[in-house]
């Protein structure tokens, strides 16, 4: 019946007028035809050809045939004859003005990361990791030094006194894998101005037996740093470069939709003002904003859902979901992220079990406060403490009004009985498609045995817990193929699997980059799949990815993109 009612609703949405012989004129429809087309639409799974309208809106998917027949007169489009049109591959996570930051600076990773300019090797030991430290130190002109990537659990631990035998005189900042923390030199430490009191203000810094500082300075503490570094970081020239190495990626991989979750972390002015000037309306992918709490709290006080509801209603260019960003607990990377017992036996976290950003008992109502305005909670919760905490905040909530979910962000860790509370809220879950894959084997030595319960995707969909994974860039490429591979396989860097039960089916590793994360950012019903009344967006790939193993994905050659109707082929690929 629903295909049936999808035919005709398709058929009404073309009627575009009359011709003299009065049959509907269908001149202005484009049939795209592929060799195989993925719909994710579960009535209709494939196809061969799209009927779409001269507005970019899909008005049915079936075969050549059918479509041609009924659309006479339409323009037959063969360019994707030989190709496999998949709905656009959407990152539901990522952050633009922290990825322009780090897109712009020289990397140390612990593993090979893909970025801007092509592989940047990994540096898996502390020797190589000092070696490329001295080397980028020795090349780099005059001024403070800030280099992004260090990850202590690969490449070993790191303080000022290592750093100041790279240099006595230069600030030199090493910017953690994480995002979360920095370690600063001797002269780094001087330049920002930084003395032990500020262990009185903040949690994150550390201090010494002798109670003075070891330059590691992290979470809430390093933005303490931002006088110092931010108007190196935000500077117009580097964030320039960032960001089109950010879009270029995009472009790469595929991508055509992608949420900022964390809108005005770094100040709404700041990030408009770079918005405006790099973020381009030709742009081959679609962006929405998700405003962070804590930023939005510092700008307007208590009335953050009425603000954002002002914002929503004037319709900015970049749109502004109807949702907000949260934080019950700290970081996976840093190993701060919340804990239960035995907590952290190894690591820099050893012997402790983490970091609450918000405290269990003030959860609840912060939620409710979004909630009860009818918004959507994205919430970073990452640790199993955490979702302790985060569910029995969530189980507090009145039902929803208006049909508004919790997403739960990151899920470095959930346990089965956690994902059985969570069954029986309004939760979904948009997990980093990364931890396995990058610490799915070096996260033991943190927290044991526990690394089996690292982002359980298979459980997740099981219980009916719509899933979806997203990249978190920078912090790993936004390259959706590349995610789903990773959860279909579970493979870790080193080749190892995973906990082999939590892999998943090929159908939900690619339902996870699109119609999941659709509706991880409430916009199912205008993406996600190729079905009548949505957008006209596709991405175009050289191979079915059903038609060849998974952990290939991320090889597959991709032409370009659709984006409501307009073609976007990549520069190298002539159309």
């Not at 770079?274 to 679609?286: E, H, I, Q, S, V």
Request: charged fraction near 20%; proline fraction near 6%.
């Amino acid at each position: 019946m629903r295909v049936l009612l999808t035919t005709v609703l398709a058929l009404i949405l073309a009627a575009c007028g009359d011709a003299k012989n009065g049959r509907a004129d269908y001149s202005a429809v484009t049939v795209y035809v592929a060799e195989v087309v993925l719909t994710q639409d579960t009535d209709n799974p494939e196809a061969e050809a799209i009927a779409v309208s001269e507005d970019g809106t899909i008005l049915q998917a079936g075969s050549a045939a059918e479509l041609q027949n009924n659309y006479r007169g339409a323009k037959l489009d063969k360019t994707f004859a030989a190709a496999t049109l998949m709905p656009g591959l959407i990152d539901p996570h990522v952050h633009m003005t922290l990825g322009a930051m780090m897109y712009g600076l020289d990397w140390i990773p612990p593993w090979d990361m893909i970025g801007p300019n092509g592989l940047v090797k990994g540096l898996p030991d502390k020797e190589s990791l000092m070696a490329r430290i001295t080397a980028l130190e020795a090349a780099a002109t005059d001024g403070p030094l800030i280099l992004f990537g260090y990850h202590n659990l690969v490449q070993g631990d790191i303080d000022r006194a290592d750093l100041d035998k790279v240099t006595a005189t230069r600030p030199l900042f090493i910017w953690h894998y994480s995002g979360h923390d920095f370690y600063l030199n001797s002269a780094a430490i001087k330049m920002a101005k930084l003395t032990p009191a500020l262990a009185k203000d903040y949690h994150g810094v550390d201090l010494d037996e002798d109670g003075e500082l070891t330059g590691r300075i992290y979470e809430d503490a390093a933005l303490a740093l931002f006088a110092s570094v931010g108007p190196i970081l935000l500077a117009p020239d580097h964030i320039a470069a960032g960001f089109a190495g950010y879009e270029s990626l995009f472009t790469k991989a595929g991508v055509t939709t992608v949420a900022e979750m964390g809108y005005g972390l770094f100040g709404r002015q700041v990030e408009d003002g770079y918005l405006a000037k790099f973020y381009t309306d030709d742009a081959p992918y679609r962006l929405y904003l998700v405003p962070e709490h804590r930023a939005f709290a510092k700008e307007f006080g208590g009335d953050t859902a009425a603000a954002i509801a002002k914002l929503i209603a004037a319709k900015p260019r970049i749109p502004v979901l109807n949702q907000i960003k949260l934080f019950t607990d700290a970081a996976f990377y840093s190993q701060t992220m919340r804990m239960n017992a035995p907590g952290y036996i190894g690591g820099q976290s050893k012997g402790s079990n983490g970091l609450w950003v918000t405290e269990p008992d003030a959860l609840p109502a912060l939620m409710a406060k979004y909630w009860n305005a009818g918004m959507d909670i994205h919430i970073h919760s990452n640790g199993d403490a955490a979702q302790d905490s985060t569910l029995a905040a969530a189980a507090t909530l009145s039902p929803p009004a208006n049909g508004q979910r919790i997403i739960l962000e990151h899920l470095g860790q959930i346990t089965p009985a956690q994902i059985e509370r969570a069954k029986d809220l309004p939760i979904g879950v948009s997990a980093a498609s990364h931890y396995v894959n990058y610490m799915g084997e070096d996260y033991a030595a943190a927290i044991g045995e526990k690394v089996a319960n690292i982002t359980p995707l298979a459980s997740t969909m099981a219980a009916g817990l719509r899933s979806t994974v997203h990249s978190d860039a920078p912090l790993a490429p936004p390259m959706p193929l590349k995610a789903a591979s990773v959860h279909a396989t579970r493979i870790t860097r080193q080749g190892t699997i995973s906990t082999p039960s939590e892999r998943l089916t090929p159908q939900q590793a690619l339902r996870a980059i699109t119609i999941e994360a659709a509706w991880s950012l409430g916009l199912e019903d205008k993406i996600g799949s190729i079905e009548a009344g949505k957008r006209a967006d596709f991405t175009v790939l050289a191979e079915n990815p059903l038609d060849i193993p998974s952990e290939d994905w991320a090889n597959i050659p991709i032409w370009g993109v659709v984006l409501q109707g307009k073609k976007h082929p990549l520069k190298r690929v002539p159309e």
